[in-house]
């Protein structure tokens, strides 16, 4: 499986963003998907995560309320919407996949995107 992140760009404060990550292979509905963003001079951080079946997702507390996480296992893509942005959110933002169940440390995933940059202004 690869993995493609796109969808973002400079928005301003309050304003909404899609972010899509589009998954090549046939494996893909075996893998646990997770957003992370890396802001500068900052570590990598869980932002957002999706179990294999997408019955089950977990988020930061600090994006909580204001993303959503969503995947569609026939089109292979896995979807962060964001809205309410703030300046706090800028970042590069990652897809990745794993094929185990705890979402929150980056070390255990497997496969990541490339990244898209969200830039939010005030």
Same mark, same amino acid.
């Given at each position: 499986? #690869?993995?493609q992140a796109s969808g973002g760009g400079p928005? #301003? $404060?309050g304003d909404s963003l899609r972010l899509s990550c589009a998954a090549s292979g046939r494996t893909f509905g075996?893998?646990?998907m997770g957003w992370f963003r890396q802001a500068p001079g900052k570590e990598?951080?869980?932002a957002a995560g999706v179990s294999w079946n997408g019955r089950s997702t977990y988020y930061a507390d600090s994006v909580k309320g204001r993303f959503t996480i969503s995947r569609d296992n026939t089109e292979n893509t896995v979807d962060l919407q964001m809205n309410s942005l703030n300046p706090e959110d800028? $970042?590069?933002y990652?897809? $990745?996949a794993q094929r185990g169940n705890d979402y929150w440390r980056a070390f255990l995933y497997d496969l990541w995107g490339q990244g898209t940059q969200v830039?939010?202004?005030s």
């Open positions: 499986v #690869q993995l928005v #301003q $404060a075996r893998y646990a990598r951080e869980f800028t $970042a590069v990652y897809c $990745a830039t939010v202004s």
